[in-house]
């Protein structure tokens, strides 16, 4: 080794500094067992619509990522967690968001406290250290490598878990051309526990660490731009950006322990319970300013518009008959009409009948015509059951 425990000890109090949870060390080498699993999953078809998991190849080796690395730092760095303070009667329907992408892109967060990570470390060893922030755009097996340092273990809902804090943080990394002492990885600790496995609304899981990205809240509402199956929308329930509820069950999360939170991490406001009639109704100029600076830039206007037409859908509030009626027949997006269509056909009123049959009559895009007489459909037979 070319450095001293001291130095590890200040380079740990140097990311505590900035704001990480924890920090550990691997080598920048190849994992053991590959990414095997990785290939395996995305040959089964389980990554869905994200070709970008399969398009650089193995994950495996950091060398890719920096030549003449030698070790890779991994860091957690915490966002909000717990039960959200929900008004139990709010105005208009309100929505939900996950709780990483509240407050300021984590990408852009990440990256600035790792450069700084990487200056310090070149001031901490005496000579100036080549190094790259890795986020999750890097083609890094992030869990594997965080799993392999010790900064945590790999979860059955697939999360990295850190004992005694959860898996409300993000993951980031730094790689090296200076060897630094590994440190030491942990045993799983899940025991018999399947709260995640069983509390997802999808059924995604199709074993203990294997999701089904295809049956995923996250990926439908946030990766997959089409039209959802209609089997998924009611379990969506009011989620317009991803979904917490693995983590929400998970009894590492449950304590009432004040935990730390990245002061970037901070929910906006109009993020907390964002209202679903806004969402649906948003424009272009207003789209950019609620997704500004955040994660939410993943999802472009006509996906939130999508999502929040489901989750009024599933609201079962009345107040959501005459925007989504709006919608109908003037959204310029026939994925929009299409979800608005199921979702007046959810609400199922007399109102929302009448309402569809007149759209039907003018609506000349063939997927919303289909969407259109499925609604109308679950309307009657509803009725006839009656």
């Known amino acids: 080794m070319e450095t001293s425990p001291n130095i590890t000890e200040q380079i740990f109090s ?19 067992e590959g990414d095997d699993a990785l290939q395996n999953w995305i040959q089964s078809g389980y990554h869905g619509d994200m070709d970008f998991m399969a398009k650089h190849g193995r994950r495996d080796d950091p060398q890719k990522v920096l030549s003449g690395a030698k070790s890779l730092l991994v860091v957690a760095l915490p966002y909000a967690g717990g039960q959200d303070l929900v008004n139990l009667t709010p105005s208009r329907p309100q929505g939900f968001i996950a709780r990483y ?12 406290k790792l450069m700084a990570l990487g200056e310090a470390c070149s001031e901490i060893i005496g000579r100036p250290v080549v190094s790259r922030p ?25 999360m990295l878990l850190i004992p005694g804090f959860g898996t409300y943080f993000l993951l980031g990394e730094l790689l090296l051309d200076v060897e630094l002492p590994p440190t030491e990885p942990i045993k799983p600790k899940c025991g018999s526990c399947r709260s995640c496995l069983d509390a997802c609304p999808t059924g995604a899981f199709v074993s203990e660490r294997v999701l089904d990205a295809r049956k995923c809240v996250s990926y439908f509402t946030i990766e997959y731009s089409g039209a ?11 989620m317009v950006f991803g979904c917490d509820i693995c983590q929400e069950v998970c009894p590492y999360n449950l304590s009432k322990k004040i935990k730390p939170v990245a002061p970037e991490f901070i929910a906006r406001d109009e993020l907390q319970n964002p209202d679903l009639i806004d969402l649906l109704e948003i ?23 999508r999502n929040a037409a489901i989750a ?38 007399e109102v929302s009948l009448n309402h569809l049959q007149s759209a039907l009559v003018n609506e000349d895009d063939d997927s919303v015509c289909d969407e259109i007489r499925s609604a109308i459909a679950n309307i009657e037979s509803v009725n006839d059951a009656d």
């Open 101 to 112: 992408a509240r407050g300021r892109d984590y990408h852009e967060v990440m990256r600035e």
């Open 228 to 238: 959802i199956p209609q089997e998924y929308r009611r379990p969506i329930g009011n």
């Open 14 to 32: 140097k990311a505590q500094d900035l704001g990480f949870l924890r920090i550990a060390i691997t080598a920048a080498q190849d994992l053991p």
């Open 134 to 158: 890795c986020i999750d755009t890097a083609p890094l097996l992030e869990r594997g490598y965080a799993s392999q340092a010790g900064l945590g273990f790999v979860a059955k809902n697939t």
């Open 283 to 305: 424009t272009s100029s207003g789209h950019r300013r609620f997704v500004k600076g955040t994660a939410l830039r993943r999802a472009p206007r006509h996906q939130l518009m």
């Open 312 to 349: 009024l859908g599933n609201s079962g509030r009345a107040e959501a008959i005459e925007p989504l009626a709006q919608a109908l027949t003037g959204n310029r997006y026939p994925i929009v009409r299409g979800h608005v269509a199921w979702a007046l056909g959810e609400l199922g009123t």
